[in-house]
Every structure is written in structure tokens, then in C-alpha cells.
């Protein structure tokens, strides 16, 4: 049986003052799936989960959250009577409040109802024990978990996550990452999460809507989107691959580091040719015109920056061994299996 529609957005578009910031956003996400919005700031992701969540109006379009029109066509449903959880980037806990009680806070009068779910909740999140801590008594990654705690222990149709990590350091933000998949996969129910991080959205999430200004660009799985990017913005916001300027000579794009023939043809004569930095490797070569220009060490493998003859400065990931030196003249070997072009 397929997987019922817990969000259904139809042609939503949003303007503040005359400027459109959503734009006929169209999606639909099933029961139990996690969607992330990704974009550069400013993109319009934020609005788009306010929209969701019922703190703004849409212009245009329709919003149906688990099966219940809650915005367009003459329908509206204030965020409290939307059936969803909210998770802050600031956590937004109540200060004078201990854990239990922040989680426990707007659950209703029935008591027995009321403790059961907190401590089902508090275990979900790993913060069994520290049911009478204060927010200040914990860490900032603790009280992420109290936030998400607090979203899930009504258990709403849907958690919207308004980026959730991005004021822990980094490896909190990174143990928590794959923690809040878990732990949402564990309730069986479905989230929207907004980030800027294309790593956060790829590897958090079931299906990833990458925006730019207001409009979804691509709407796929973290797979689909990394392998096969809709655009050039997309592949640069996503992969942060190199573009080549290509010029097409029969089935040959031609390019200042070589000749490939592609797989997938546009009809264009000249584009950019997409390639990853893992699709080149450089040989130290004393006729090479291609030098290198800085390398970065990042753990288990060096980045290099090497510039072509034409000045163009090109990306490339490389193992540790053999390290090669800065000015070291190179031949670039590219990886033809995963070339795109653009137009
Ligand atoms: N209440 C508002 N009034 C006027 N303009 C607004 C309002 N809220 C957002 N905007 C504008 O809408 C655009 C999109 O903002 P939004 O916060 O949705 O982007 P974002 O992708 O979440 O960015 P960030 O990652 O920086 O938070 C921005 O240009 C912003 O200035």
C-alpha cells in the first residue's frame, strides 16, 4: 500500500512587500519521511516552514497537513491547531522550567497521560535522568534534545526543524545529526528540516527541496540530487564541483584540460562541463601547464587548487600520498565516468 501524503504544498507562493520570497512551491511528503529544505541564505526556506508551520499566510496556494486543509482556498488553521512540532535553532526552552515540565508544557490535563508521555519522550532522546535539570544545566546539544523532546511528545503529524544544529559546534551538531534521524525514524514520524549545509541536508534526510529565490530547483532523493544535479546552481550549491567552459566538436566537448565524450548530450555547441573534484587526479609532470597554486590538508585526504593555463582555478581532492608541492607543474587525469554538461 503506498505511504499516505502527510504534507501536500500546491503552487504555495509567499510576498513580503511587493517581493516574492516562495514561489509556486508544489511538493508532497509521505508518512515517515524526512524533507530537508536546502539553500543559500536568503533563499526563502524559513518562510517556507513558517508557512508550513501556520505563523505566515500565503498569497497563493494550498497547504494540507495530514490529510486537513490548513492554508488557501478560504481555509485557515492557526499553528496551534495544525498538528505539528516545532524545533527553534535557539532551542526556545522555558528557563524557569526543568525538563520534564518544558516537555510535559501545553500536553493536555490528563496527568497519568501527561507523565507517561515525558518519559517516553525523555528516553527517545537519551535524557532519561535528568528529568529535573534546568535548561541551564545543560549543554547546548541536551537542551536540542529537550526542544525535540518537547515536539514529539504530543505526537504531532509532523516536526518542522528550523536549523536545529546550526548554534552547536561541530561535533555535537554531528553526533546529533545522525541522532535526530534515528530518533524521528524511531517515532515513525515525518519532519521538515531547514539548512544551509548541503552535507546536513544529504545525509539527514529521505527527499531534499534545493531552493533558490523562492522557487524549488530540485525536489528529489540526496542521491538523485548529488548524481544528477537539475542545474548549474544546483551542482555548485550541492557538490561544489568544478565548471570548464566546453565547446562541442561532434560528440567531443572540448575543454583546456582535454577532449570528453559525454553520455548525456544537450543540444547546445559550447557549456560548462561539470567535474567533481574526486574526478581528477594530477601527475607531477615537467611539460604540464597546469601548476599548482595552494593545498589544503583536510584529514584523510589533501585539496588542491591548481590553475590552468587560462588562469582558471580548479578544485581537486586527492589522497595524502604522494604529497605534492606548491608550484609543482601537473598533467590533470579526469575521471570521465560522471561528466555533465550544462548549458
Ligand atoms: N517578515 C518579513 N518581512 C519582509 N521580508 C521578509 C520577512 N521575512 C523574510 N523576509 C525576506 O524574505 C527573504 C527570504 O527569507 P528567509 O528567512 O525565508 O530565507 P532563508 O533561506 O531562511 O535564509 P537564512 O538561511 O538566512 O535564514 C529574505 O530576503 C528576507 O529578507
Same mark, same amino acid.
Given at each position: 500500500?503506498?505511504?499516505?501524503?502527510?504534507?501536500?504544498? %500546491?503552487?504555495?507562493?509567499?510576498?513580503?512587500?511587493?517581493?516574492?520570497? =516562495?514561489?509556486?512551491?508544489?511538493?508532497?511528503?509521505?508518512?515517515?519521511?524526512?524533507?530537508?529544505?536546502?539553500?543559500?541564505?536568503?533563499?526563502?526556506?524559513?518562510?517556507?516552514?513558517?508557512?508550513?508551520?501556520?505563523?505566515?499566510?500565503?498569497? +497563493?496556494?494550498?497547504?494540507?497537513? @495530514?490529510?486537513?486543509?490548513?492554508?488557501?482556498? &478560504?481555509?485557515?488553521?492557526?499553528?496551534?491547531?495544525?498538528?505539528?512540532? /516545532?524545533?527553534?535553532? %535557539? $532551542?526556545?526552552?522555558?528557563?524557569?522550567?526543568?525538563?520534564?515540565? +518544558?516537555?510535559?508544557?501545553?500536553?493536555?490535563?490528563?496527568?497519568?497521560?501527561?507523565?507517561?508521555?515525558?518519559?517516553?519522550?525523555?528516553?527517545?532522546?537519551?535524557?532519561?535522568?535528568? #528529568?529535573?535539570? $534546568?535548561?541551564?544545566?545543560?549543554?547546548?546539544?541536551?537542551?536540542?534534545?529537550? @526542544?525535540?523532546?518537547?515536539?514529539?511528545?504530543? !505526537?504531532?503529524?509532523?516536526?518542522?526543524?528550523? #536549523?536545529?544544529?546550526? &548554534?552547536?559546534?561541530?561535533?555535537?551538531?554531528?553526533?546529533?545529526?545522525?541522532?535526530?534521524?534515528?530518533?524521528?525514524?524511531?517515532?515513525?514520524?515525518?519532519?521538515?528540516?531547514?539548512?544551509?549545509?548541503?552535507?546536513?541536508?544529504?545525509?539527514?534526510?529521505?527527499?531534499?527541496?534545493?531552493?533558490?529565490?523562492?522557487?524549488?530547483?530540485?525536489?528529489?532523493?540526496?542521491?538523485?540530487?548529488?548524481?544528477?544535479?537539475?542545474?548549474?546552481?544546483?551542482?555548485?550549491?550541492?557538490?561544489?564541483? &568544478?565548471?570548464?567552459?566546453?565547446?562541442?566538436?561532434?560528440?567531443?566537448?572540448?575543454?583546456?584540460?582535454?577532449?570528453?565524450?559525454?553520455?548525456?548530450?544537450?543540444?547546445?555547441?559550447?557549456?560548462?562541463? /561539470?567535474?567533481?573534484? !574526486?574526478?581528477?587526479?594530477?601527475?607531477?609532470?615537467?611539460?604540464?601547464?597546469?601548476?599548482?597554486?595552494?593545498?589544503?590538508?583536510?584529514?584523510?585526504?589533501?585539496? $588542491? =587548487?591548481?590553475?590552468?593555463?587560462?588562469?582558471?582555478?580548479? !578544485?581537486?581532492?586527492?589522497?595524502?600520498?604522494?604529497?605534492?608541492?606548491?608550484?609543482?607543474?601537473?598533467?590533470?587525469?579526469?575521471?570521465?565516468?560522471?561528466?555533465?554538461?550544462?548549458?
Amino acid at each position: 500500500m503506498p505511504q499516505s501524503v502527510i504534507l501536500h504544498l %500546491d503552487d504555495v507562493s509567499k510576498q513580503f512587500s511587493g517581493n516574492w520570497v =516562495v514561489q509556486h512551491v508544489s511538493l508532497k511528503l509521505h508518512q515517515g519521511e524526512l524533507l530537508g529544505l536546502l539553500g543559500p541564505s536568503g533563499c526563502g526556506k524559513t518562510t517556507l516552514l513558517r508557512l508550513i508551520a501556520g505563523f505566515e499566510q500565503p498569497q +497563493n496556494g494550498t497547504i494540507d497537513i @495530514a490529510g486537513q486543509r490548513v492554508a488557501g482556498s &478560504n481555509r485557515w488553521q492557526p499553528p496551534e491547531r495544525r498538528d505539528v512540532g /516545532m524545533v527553534f535553532q %535557539d $532551542y526556545a526552552l522555558f528557563p524557569h522550567l526543568n525538563v520534564a515540565e +518544558n516537555i510535559g508544557f501545553g500536553l493536555g490535563r490528563d496527568r497519568q497521560k501527561t507523565k507517561e508521555r515525558i518519559s517516553e519522550a525523555i528516553a527517545l532522546v537519551g535524557l532519561t535522568g535528568f #528529568e529535573k535539570r $534546568y535548561p541551564h544545566e545543560l549543554s547546548g546539544g541536551q537542551q536540542q534534545r529537550v @526542544a525535540l523532546a518537547r515536539a514529539i511528545a504530543p !505526537q504531532p503529524s509532523l516536526i518542522l526543524l528550523d #536549523e536545529p544544529l546550526s &548554534n552547536l559546534d561541530l561535533q555535537v551538531r554531528l553526533r546529533l545529526r545522525q541522532e535526530i534521524r534515528t530518533i524521528l525514524k524511531a517515532t515513525g514520524m515525518s519532519a521538515v528540516f531547514v539548512t544551509h549545509d548541503q552535507e546536513e541536508a544529504l545525509s539527514l534526510c529521505d527527499r531534499v527541496a534545493v531552493m533558490r529565490q523562492g522557487q524549488v530547483e530540485q525536489f528529489d532523493t540526496p542521491e538523485a540530487i548529488y548524481q544528477t544535479p537539475a542545474s548549474q546552481f544546483v551542482a555548485e550549491f550541492v557538490t561544489q564541483a &568544478n565548471f570548464l567552459p566546453a565547446t562541442r566538436q561532434g560528440d567531443l566537448w572540448h575543454t583546456e584540460i582535454g577532449a570528453f565524450k559525454l553520455s548525456s548530450a544537450i543540444a547546445h555547441s559550447s557549456g560548462l562541463l /561539470m567535474v567533481r573534484q !574526486q574526478a581528477l587526479a594530477l601527475h607531477p609532470d615537467e611539460t604540464g601547464t597546469v601548476v599548482i597554486r595552494d593545498r589544503q590538508f583536510l584529514g584523510r585526504e589533501h585539496r $588542491y =587548487v591548481v590553475v590552468t593555463p587560462s588562469g582558471q582555478h580548479l !578544485q581537486v581532492l586527492s589522497a595524502l600520498h604522494p604529497q605534492l608541492a606548491i608550484d609543482t607543474p601537473v598533467k590533470v587525469q579526469v575521471n570521465e565516468s560522471n561528466l555533465q554538461i550544462f548549458a
